[in-house]
């Protein structure tokens, strides 16, 4: 009866535990929909033989929060919009947990959601800016304020008209007007440029062709480093059409993705564009 008494507090106290991680991350990642179990980049993955996290002390909130993204468990397979799978669970490293919706989730649209997401849990909704074409960067109170036109030249008009009310509909809607309206080129018009040296967690491989319609984009999710300043990072992406936000697998173990600075420069040399980004003014929570 002891026994049996020991193994119930065991089993209470451990999902208690597991409760409350749960509600802290719903704090910073309000979309997820596990209720019982977080899977991160520590758990998940092994590091390398002879580095570590310790190196990733001075990251600002931004790549502390990318760093912490919650993850789904090793079994989950990357889904197609339009149904089916676009790669199975052995195929892949690990699928982000970040709903989605719509075919705009490529992984160029990801990007752009990320950031939104990010603004989001700073609260800084209204400092989000983000431009199409050659248009000035459209906040949240232009978006509010106005309609967006184009010409007959293509160029961007936000006309004028009745406020509405800010909510996350609306900021949604903006998020969403940007990344359909957008392209690779647009994406990358809208970061710094950095050499490949400096990346860093949060930073962004942009490849694309010559009219910007098609390519591809990785965010750099996690990093380890060893004690000779070596680098190892985890990357993120998505499909050319709408599926899950994934980290794929680039050899045989799939709890191992890491990458060093010269396997991230072998990424998809298909396109005859391509460049290493930074996002610029993101607000420090």
């Known amino acids: 009866m002891r026994f049996l008494l020991s193994v119930f507090l065991f089993l209470f106290t451990a999902n208690s535990l597991s409760a409350g991680i749960v509600e802290e991350y719903k704090k910073q990642y309000d979309f997820i929909s596990m209720e019982d179990t977080i899977f991160t980049f520590e758990s998940e993955f092994v590091l390398p033989k002879g580095y570590d996290y310790s190196f990733n002390n001075d990251l600002n909130s931004f790549q502390v929060w990318l760093r912490d993204f919650p993850l789904w468990h090793q079994w989950k397979w990357v889904g197609r919009y339009k149904g089916g799978k676009e790669f199975e669970s052995e195929e892949i490293a690990r699928p982000v947990h970040l709903p989605w919706d ?19 849990f700073a609260k800084q909704e209204d400092d989000f800016a983000f431009s199409i074409t050659d248009s000035e960067p459209i906040t949240l109170d232009t978006w509010l304020s106005s309609q967006p036109r184009f010409s007959s030249q293509g160029k961007l008009i936000m006309k004028p008209d009745m406020k509405r009310e800010k909510s996350d509909r609306e900021f949604y809607s903006l998020v969403h007007f940007v990344i359909d309206k957008g392209s690779y080129i647009s994406l990358a018009a809208n970061l710094d440029t950095i050499s490949m040296d400096d990346l860093s967690i949060g930073d962004l491989l942009i490849c694309h062709d010559r009219t910007g319609k098609n390519g591809q984009a990785y965010i750099i999710m996690n990093s380890a480093e060893n004690s000779g300043g070596e680098k190892r990072f985890i990357l993120a992406t998505g499909c050319p059409s709408a599926c899950d936000f994934y980290i794929p697998k680039f050899d045989k173990d799939k709890n191992s993705p890491w990458l060093s600075l010269k396997e991230i420069h072998a990424l998809s040399t298909e396109f005859e564009h391509r460049g290493y980004y930074r996002f610029r003014d993101i607000p420090n929570r």
């Open 102 to 120: 719509g075919l705009r989730y490529s992984s160029r649209g990801f990007m752009v959601r990320i950031i939104a997401e990010y603004y989001r």
